[in-house]
Every structure is written in C-alpha cells, then in structure tokens.
C-alpha cells in the first residue's frame, strides 16, 4: 500500500512531517510525542474505530508507514538537526520560487495575508489537527492542508529574514551572546556561508560529531514496533536491555509499564511506572498507564463490593433463618 502526497511542502520532494503528525513546524518534542501516542491510539488496529474493514487496514498501514517514521524522525536529537536544515534550505527554494507557488487550500490563502503570522499559522494548523485522523479522507485533506500553511508560513518567514524559530536547535544555533563583546566576530556569524550549500542542493550536511542518542533509545524505539503489532514479549526483552543500560531511562520504564500493562501484569507495570516517574515526573507514557491502573483497580474494587453483597444475600437466603 502506498501514500503519494502531492501538496505543500511535498512538491519539493521532501516528506513533511510535521504535516503528517498535525504540529506546527516550531513545537517542541514533547508535544510532538503526545501527539503521536494520541494518533497511534486512534489508528492502531486494537482500538481503531474506523467501521469498514478497508479502512482499517489502511489505518494500521498509514501508522507503521507513514506516522511512526515521522515520529521517528524527531526522537532523535541529530536527525532533528539535518531536518530544521533541510526545512530551512527549502523555505530558501520557496522564497526563490515563489512565482509558481500554487495555494489551493482557502486556510493557507488566508494565512499568505494574515497579519499575525505567528498566531494565525498556529491557530490554522490546531484546528485541521483535531479532526486529521477521523476518517481516511480527513486524514489525507488534512495533511495536504497543513502542509500548505508549512509552505506558506516558511515563505512568509524567509521574507521577514530566516526560517527563525523551526525547532530548538535552529533557534540555539545563533550565538547572541557574543553580538555585545565582539560585535566583528559575530556579524559574519549571523550570515554564515556553511548553510548555502545545503540550501542550493537541498541536501542537509552530515553531522560533524557521533549521534548524542543513546543506545536506550534505540531499544526503545525498536520496542515501539514491536508493541504496534501487539509483539509485547518482544518489546520487553529490547526495554529490559535498555534499563540494564540506562537504569533512569523514564521512556523505557514506561513503555515496559505499558507492556506489563497489556499482558495484565498489573504489579510489574506499577513498579515500571514508579521508576519513570521517579526519573521524570512528566513522562506522558508512565502518567497514562498510571491513570488505566488506578482505573483498573477502582473497577476490581467495585466488582469485590458487589460479589460481597451478592454473597451476603444468598448466606441469608439459605441459612435457614425466619425472620
């Protein structure tokens, strides 16, 4: 199965995925993974709500081809780096080509003209996420759309002067620090010639040190896998590989939490989520298989309550005693 996207920022040959996750280009990673949970909740084939059986399948397709990798693309510190600048050598090759650009979508026309760049680019890209994955044919309008405010807002944005702001390492990459003390080593740093090359040729430059990522990180996202396609036993041999590595990995205690969770492992999955909180009280992954096991047992409390009174009633049906 395949998913040709034409739209957008897809004109240039790049797959945009923020457009395909619903964020706008400068949030942050953390919104980035909440929102890819709350997708691979709605499209994964254990809760996907889509009726016909084609769709579903489409749904379970879409997520382990297109969403996943996207995501992907972000959990990784260098690959966020090479992706804000290839995203700022095509806001480059949009400005330059700015002539032929065709706007179809009546959001992006609107946002080409809107005088609060900031406000209107995100207030339009929130509204089409909220109903981008309700059906396949939202999803893929969806997508075409945003995509279109991305082009748009990276025109708009190379007119004011830079693609400023497109994620945390474009926005540390300029050093403002040195402008007061040695203002003629810093003007020809604001200009520096080492990005050109990668805006002519659309071809980010290879990271000058090794990937910061951990080898956890790896694992943990392998396990992601393996947990799309409900390979749970899978999973946690990679996350307890992780957390022998990294004793304070939170993302891997949670994700082993979740795991534990699925196979009604209730006492492991309690312990895992203790240690991500514990390594990080935000982790989004522990704090939602903490909130499935509070619920869990404030059920089997309530299933024990009625058994109790159920029991009490025969005891008294049959003792034998009048009243």
């Known amino acids: 199965m395949s998913f040709e996207m034409t739209k957008g920022l897809f004109k240039y040959d790049v797959i945009d995925q923020h457009a395909i996750l619903g964020v706008p280009l400068d949030a ?3 919104d980035i993974r909440k929102r890819y949970m709350k997708i691979a909740r709605r499209l994964h084939s254990d809760t996907c709500s889509f009726e016909d059986q084609a769709d579903k399948d489409w749904a379970n397709q879409f997520l382990s081809k297109m969403v996943t990798p996207a995501y992907n693309k972000f959990s990784k510190e260098s690959d966020r780096k090479e992706y804000n600048l290839l ?4 806001g480059k090759r ?7 650009m ?10 080409a003209t ?30 075409a759309q945003i995509s279109e405010l991305n082009m748009v807002y990276l025109l708009r944005k190379e007119r004011l002067g830079g693609a400023v702001g497109i994620g945390s390492p474009t926005k540390s990459a300029t050093p403002p620090t040195n402008t007061a003390t040695k203002p003629a080593v810093a003007t020809p740093a604001v200009t520096k010639p080492a990005a050109t090359p990668a805006a002519a040729n659309l071809v980010p430059p ?12 790896g694992s943990c ?3 992601q896998g393996f947990m799309d396609s ?33 196979q009604n492992q209730a006492t492991m999955a309690k312990l895992e989520v203790q240690k991500a909180l514990a390594s990080n009280p935000q982790e989004p992954t522990a704090l939602e298989v903490k909130k499935k096991l509070e619920q869990a047992a404030a059920s089997g409390a309530k299933e024990k309550k009625n058994e109790s009174k159920l029991g009490a009633f025969f005891e008294g049906l049959f003792s034998g005693k009048k009243k």
């Open 87 to 90: 995203l700022a050598a095509i």
């Open 114 to 143: 809107a005088k609060d760049l900031e406000e209107a680019y995100k207030t339009a890209v929130g509204k089409l996420a909220l109903k981008q994955y309700e059906s396949v044919a939202e999803t893929e309008d969806a997508i």
């Open 221 to 223: 996202r392998r396990a």
């Open 230 to 262: 409900k390979s749970y036993a899978k999973a946690i041999l990679e996350l307890k590989e992780a957390v022998k590595r990294e004793p304070k990995h939170s993302q891997a205690h949670a994700l082993l939490a979740m795991c534990y969770f699925q």
């Open 102 to 111: 065709q706007i179809e979508s009546a959001a992006a026309k609107e946002l």
């Open 94 to 100: 949009v400005l330059k080509e700015q002539a032929k």
């Open 206 to 217: 290879p990271p000058t040190k090794p990937p910061v990522d951990s080898v956890a990180d």
């Open 28 to 30: 942050e990673f953390n």
